[in-house]
């Protein structure tokens, strides 16, 4: 077993910046992937970004530009770096951890208002 902890989120302004981290535990062994989706309140989950074990990072259209994910490969962590936000950024943002199995935090809401 994997265990996700969120930090991070909150309330933004929009243009502003934000900072999600993840940290896993448990069972966390090389060859994983961890990443971001996001889902908005009446909309299916969304991938946001996800870095693979090697390093190789991936970002979804909607963020893509905005957002930097990083990880540390030590601490078993996932950071992802947001700025430029806007409005439609609003979400619950889950945390996702890839190995033999899918893991998925508690998530963490962000706000995108004035």
């Known amino acids: 077993q994997v265990q996700l902890v969120e930090s991070g989120g909150g309330l933004v302004q929009p243009g502003g910046s934000l900072q999600l981290s993840c940290a896993a535990s448990?069972?966390?062994?090389?060859?994983?992937?961890m990443g971001w989706y996001r889902q908005a309140s009446g909309k299916e989950r969304e991938f946001v970004a996800h870095?693979?074990?090697?390093?190789?990072?991936t970002y979804g259209d909607s963020v893509r530009g905005r957002v930097t994910i990083s990880r540390d490969y030590v601490k078993n962590t996932v950071t992802l770096q947001m700025n430029s936000a806007k409005v439609e950024d609003k979400a619950g943002y889950y945390c996702?951890?890839?190995?033999?199995?899918?893991?998925w935090g508690q998530g963490t809401q962000v706000t995108v208002s004035s």
């Open positions: 870095v693979t074990n090697n390093g190789r990072t």
């Open positions: 996702k951890y890839r190995s033999d199995q899918n893991y």
């Open positions: 448990g069972s966390v062994f090389s060859g994983n992937t």
